[in-house]
């Protein structure tokens, strides 16, 4: 983006940490006038560089629940094999996240489970029924570093 500045990075800094700022705070934490941030904010989106904002539904830090990092290698990387397999992941809710990688694997997924019997099924019933996969990969995890990220402190004027 043209003229993209330090300002401008601090504001994607501050609404990463929180979407949900009002204005004017923000406006106060990046030391500009609330109509002066709000333009900027409404020029970042306009040109993509913030393209939407999201609630994250369904933490891992949810009680007794844990978060299965999968990779998937398909037998074949064309783009009918990927396009059956996308259109496949859509319609399981069970996936919170997917991911077309580069590297040694194809995709990322992500689910979350309450026990290793709720995975075996999403397993069996999902993961290994989907289009075109040659080979899964499960990692779970211990703990979210980042789900609870700090809040930053306010410039003293």
Not at 18 to 43: D, K, M, Q, Y
Not at 48 to 76: C, D, F, K, P, Q
Not at 105 to 115: G, K, T
């Amino acid at each position: 983006m043209h003229g993209f500045d330090d300002i401008d990075r601090n504001i994607v800094r501050r609404l990463r940490l929180n979407a949900r700022i009002s204005n004017a705070t923000l406006a106060e934490e990046v030391g500009l006038s609330p109509s002066a941030c709000l333009r900027r904010v409404r020029a970042l989106e306009r040109n993509g560089v913030i393209r939407g904002y999201s609630a994250i539904v369904g933490s891992s830090e949810r009680e007794g629940t844990m978060a299965v990092i999968i990779n998937i290698t398909l037998e074949r990387q064309t783009e009918d094999v990927f396009n059956d397999f996308e259109t496949a992941v859509r319609n399981h809710p069970e996936i919170q996240e997917c991911y077309l990688m580069t590297g040694g694997s194809d995709y990322l997924l992500r689910v979350e489970v309450e026990n290793s019997a709720e995975f075996e099924r999403i397993h069996t019933e999902i993961l290994s029924m989907l289009p075109g996969v040659a080979r899964i990969h499960s990692s779970f995890s211990i703990r979210n570093v980042l789900a609870t990220r700090p809040r930053t402190k306010k410039r003293r004027k």
